[in-house]
């Protein structure tokens, strides 16, 4: 039964991946999951049999999401990280969370755990004869610009979902007004979602608001997820939906217990 309420009702926190999913309902498309971590984002667009490409170079994360998605033939697990050119990079993991492996140290516990292939989205999508993308979520803690610049933008996806945090991303040269500038470039309109600075990153975050960019974020040191599609109205009814979910979700009590794992909690390891 509680299975049954998750996905009827909906997450008991905010999932940006999950507005996509509305979204994009009923069809059945094409996703790309760069950095796909244990699967939770992907998850309805699996169980609704897309076909869904997951981007995961953790050897540990994509053990786990290979024991949750590695049977689902629509489902293509790749073991390699994404970037705007190909090669090979060092991978960084922090024991304070699953969710913070990144290819560049951005706390004092990131230790370099594994040297890693990378590969371009642009060759990804030639090699693979990918024509359609009906939605791109990019979640690579700092280098989410990198994989947009690898982007090949003939094959324009219909929604995108790209994580921002000003404290990784200064350090490597942009901010999060570049990703939603760069966007807004490509002729998407843009939903910011906000959410309340990072304390501990294996702890639960707390979700602010909604706001149509351009805006200013209420806080200097937020972080959150920019929500692109053609159609600003679009986006915002679905946001407006999947808000009110979260409230009936939260209101069912014991009967359905709250699991911010499904995005909002990145694991400890």
Not at 234 to 240: L, N, P, Q, V, W
């Amino acid at each position: 039964m509680k299975r049954l309420a998750k996905w009827v009702v909906g997450p008991a926190q905010i999932n940006e991946s999950y507005i996509a999913h509305a979204m994009l309902r009923p069809r059945q498309g094409l996703m790309l999951d760069v950095g796909a971590h244990f699967g939770s984002h992907l998850a309805p667009f699996a169980d609704d049999g897309w076909s869904v490409h997951a981007f995961e170079p953790d050897p540990g994360n994509r053990a786990e999401l290979s024991a949750a998605f590695g049977r689902y033939p629509n489902v293509t697990i790749v073991p390699k990280g994404v970037s705007d050119r190909p090669g090979e990079v060092p991978l960084f993991a922090s024991e304070e969370s699953t969710g913070i492996s990144s290819f560049t140290p951005f706390t004092e516990g990131h230790e370099a755990i594994a040297t890693v292939e990378v590969l371009t989205l642009r060759d990804y999508l030639a090699e693979t004869r990918i024509t359609r993308v009906d939605f791109l979520k990019i979640d690579v803690e700092g280098f989410e610009r990198n994989v947009l610049n690898g982007y090949d933008w003939a094959v324009k996806p219909d929604v995108i979902v790209l994580e921002f945090e000003d404290s990784k991303t200064v350090p490597l040269g942009y901010s999060w007004t570049d990703l939603a500038g760069e966007l807004v470039s490509r002729g998407y309109q843009v939903l910011v979602s906000e959410w309340f600075p990072v304390e501990h990153y294996a702890g639960d975050h707390k979700w602010r608001r909604f706001a149509p960019y351009p805006t200013k974020l209420e806080h200097p040191d937020a972080w959150g997820n920019l929500i692109a599609a053609a159609s600003l109205e679009e986006i915002t009814a679905a946001a407006r939906r999947a808000l009110a979910r979260m409230r009936l979700r939260r209101g069912l009590g014991r009967l359905v217990p709250s699991s911010v794992s499904e995005r909002r909690r990145k694991p400890a390891a």
